[in-house]
Nanobody, 119 residues
Framework: QVQLVESGGGLVQPGGSLRLSCAAS????????MGWYRQAPGKQRELVAAITSGGRSNYADSVKGRFTISRDNAKETVYLQMNSLKPEDTAVYYC?????????????WGQGTQVTVSS
């Protein structure tokens, strides 16, 4: 079983920065894609950013130029650097990863971390 654990959320003022981390553990052979999603109250979960094992990334239009996704394959960890945060970035942020374990393919989610942008 593959587990993902997020950290780094919190309360920040508009214009501030936060860095989220997500570490994967388990009998992992490879993680093809790691991504960050978010879900605000009353809204559907949406993709924020994703990155392949080769380093290719894509972003939601709403965060382009402000957020940067990166990963450390050796540590099986993905990061999300969030700058110039806005109140509309407030949401629970979830980490996702899919790839292959020693048992089968996996598509796993973290438990979520709250990000609140407010003055």
């Amino acid at each position: 079983q593959v587990q993902l654990v997020e950290s780094g959320g919190g309360l920040v003022q508009p214009g501030g920065s936060l860095r989220l981390s997500c570490a994967a553990s388990g009998s992992i052979l490879s993680i093809d894609v790691m991504g960050w999603y978010r879900q605000a109250p009353g809204k559907q979960r949406e993709l924020v950013a994703a990155i392949t094992s080769g380093g290719r990334s894509n972003y939601a239009d709403s965060v382009k130029g402000r957020f940067t996704i990166s990963r450390d394959n050796a540590k099986e960890t993905v990061y999300l650097q969030m700058n110039s945060l806005k109140p509309e970035d407030t949401a629970v942020y979830y980490c996702n990863g899919y790839g292959r374990s020693s048992v089968s393919r996996f598509d796993s989610w973290g438990q979520g971390t709250q990000v609140t942008v407010s003055s």
